[in-house]
């Protein structure tokens, strides 16, 4: 019997939780070894698929690639920025009631202290930074794109097949492996259980707003594909709880791909528009950071009207870029804005990454699942004028 990636996941989180509560340290930590060697195996393998990805499907687009980028951009861009203020309106509204007995300055230690470290490390480094995986896919898929160049661009889908080949043939078999080392370690050291006991509220809150951004960017979707909400969120749940236990929206890449092309999005289209959308597309981060923020400064009396978090926000969106594929990477990116824009201190930073990482996993699985709203919205924007534009092209 043929055992589908979803309730491999299952497994994996509920068998995490259970490796947790019964294995003593030396267990946790051989688990933590190979989550640190198929870590760093992603981390090295990340800018790959990016470029891999992003600059043969640029040149495939042809002469509408540059329109693609501005589109998604775009599309992503807003999207982070609603996400964002979606969170600031809401906050404003319940946590006057939701944290009225709430004060003090107090702080939660660096929940990593918690986590058991890997018994040995296999160091593997990325051969470029993801932001420069970025800069050169797009250079090279535009480039590809206004000259239509073959012979590179055969050896750019090549190096694609190789990657995919890799894709298919040891990280989604090795995920689930991964996702249950995860919530062992967790579950382990306590690190979720005991923030959560604290600011369970303010969670709740965060994950309400998730669904409902989910629910916006996937009602939008469904309205401009003529498909049903329902299925294309049911599609998506796999993308969903693989970032859910990865942490990263650039390593759930894979499986978020398969499922977007499940949606019938175009195949050059989606290709293109995941790769991109995990790097630069965080509308559930977004959400968790201003959240986490406007709670840790309501509770030691600091200003969060609209003219201080606005500026905030729109930084945000451009900032959280920075470190997309590294779990947690959004609120060390975002360190700098708050303690530059809303003063925070260094208490207030330790209590930030605490709060942001507890939630980490929640944020990252929205913006993995939201990445699969805008490929279908851009899709049926641009891939049918694309697909015209480059039958008109070839000769009769």
């Given at each position: 019997m043929r055992f589908g990636l979803l309730p491999r996941l299952i497994a994996a989180i509920l068998l995490g939780i259970g490796a947790g509560l019964i294995l003593n340290e030396w267990w946790i930590s051989f688990l933590a070894t190979f989550n640190g060697i198929f870590g760093n195996f992603l981390n090295f393998i990340i800018p790959l698929i990016i470029?891999?990805?992003?600059?043969?499907g640029i040149g495939e687009l042809g002469k509408g690639a540059g329109k693609m980028v501005g589109i998604t951009t775009a599309f992503a861009y807003g999207s982070t920025i609603f996400a964002g203020m979606l969170a600031f309106f809401t906050a404003t509204t319940m946590f006057p009631v939701m944290l009225s007995g709430v004060n003090g300055?107090?702080?939660?230690?660096?929940?990593?202290?918690?986590?058991?470290?890997p018994l040995f490390l296999f160091d593997m480094p990325p051969i470029m930074s993801v932001t420069t995986a970025l800069i050169l896919a797009f250079v090279l898929g535009l480039g590809l794109a206004a000259i239509q160049g073959e012979t590179l661009q055969k050896g750019m889908e090549d190096f694609r097949a190789i990657i995919e080949k890799v894709i298919h043939y040891v990280i989604i078999p090795l995920l689930p492996v991964h996702i249950m080392g995860v919530f062992a370690n967790m579950t382990y050291g306590g690190q979720v259980a005991t923030i959560m006991s604290t600011f369970i509220k303010v969670f709740a809150l965060i994950i309400i707003l998730h669904l409902v951004m989910l629910t916006l960017q996937y009602s939008v979707a469904a309205a401009v594909s003529r498909a049903n909400v329902f299925q294309l969120l049911k599609t998506m749940v796999p993308a969903y709880f693989t970032a859910l236990g990865t942490q990263s929206s650039a390593s759930s890449i894979p499986v978020t791909l398969r499922q977007t092309k499940k949606n019938k999005v175009r195949e050059k289209v989606a290709d293109f528009v995941i790769p991109l959308c995990a790097n630069i597309h965080l509308s559930g981060s977004a959400i968790t950071l201003v959240s986490c923020a406007m709670a840790v400064m309501f509770i030691n009396g600091m200003d969060a009207s609209f003219s201080?978090?606005?500026?905030?926000?729109?930084?945000?969106?451009?900032?959280?870029?920075?470190?997309?594929?590294?779990?947690?990477?959004?609120?060390?990116?975002?360190?700098?804005?708050?303690?530059?824009?809303?003063?925070?201190?260094?208490?207030?930073?330790?209590?930030?990454?605490?709060?942001?990482?507890?939630?980490?996993?929640?944020?990252?699985?929205?913006?993995?699942?939201?990445?699969?709203?805008?490929a279908i919205i851009v899709d049926k924007i641009s891939g049918k004028k694309m697909e015209q534009e480059q039958e008109e092209s070839l000769p009769a």
């Open positions: 470029l891999a990805f992003i600059a043969p300055n107090g702080s939660i230690d660096n929940p990593e202290e918690f986590l058991q470290s201080t978090m606005l500026p905030f926000i729109l930084a945000l969106g451009v900032t959280m870029i920075a470190a997309p594929g590294v779990p947690g990477g959004a609120v060390m990116a975002a360190l700098g804005l708050m303690q530059s824009m809303l003063g925070f201190s260094e208490t207030m930073t330790s209590l930030m990454i605490a709060l942001y990482l507890a939630q980490d996993s929640f944020g990252t699985a929205t913006n993995v699942t939201g990445d699969g709203a805008l």
